[in-house]
């Protein structure tokens, strides 16, 4: 299983390197210092290795289950020493605010899964797809696409700690 996630997350950083290039802009978005890749290198690769772990409301360990902001919180702090809150709308409140056309690996992606705004948080991976604990489905960290109907519909914003 380790093998497959270092494969994906290798795919990832080779099928889209000029996400990671110091010398590509796009979208006016800040361009990435070296720390800033490692960084976001680290949270990936960190993130995708937490796939299949259960889901738990209020969860915040890989041992016991995590819930969408336990998930995130949980990465961010281990990968870079990040602490964020663990609660998705208090979530969204840090970082920067930016727009869905801006998005870059490592950023974070809010949904309405709940009725209200900003009920769920995920890690975006590029190409459209974004990684979050989830509580349907697989009922486990798991790999999402943004293009899905129900993700579109759902879509709240982004922010971007790194």
């Known amino acids: 299983m380790r093998l497959i996630i270092l494969l994906l997350v290798n795919f990832l950083l080779f ?15 800040p361009m990435f210092s070296k720390v800033d890749e490692s960084l976001r290198a680290e949270l990936l690769l960190y993130a995708m290795s937490l796939i299949g772990t259960g889901y738990k409301l209020g969860g915040q360990s890989f041992d016991t289950g995590m819930d969408c902001s336990g998930f995130v919180r949980h990465v961010y702090s ?53 990684v979050h604990a989830s509580s349907s489905k697989s009922d486990s960290v798991m790999v999402s696409d943004m293009g899905e109907r129900y993700w579109v519909k759902r879509f709240n914003g982004a922010r971007r700690i790194l």
């Open 78 to 130: 281990i990968a870079t020493g990040i602490l964020l809150p663990h609660n998705a709308r208090a979530i969204s409140r840090t970082g920067m605010k930016i727009h869905r056309a801006e998005l870059q690996l490592g950023d974070l992606v809010f949904f309405n899964t709940m009725k209200r705004t900003f009920s769920h948080v995920g890690i975006y991976l590029g190409d459209n797809r974004f």
């Open 15 to 29: 099928t889209f390197p000029n996400a990671w290039a110091d010398d590509v802009v796009k979208n006016d978005a």
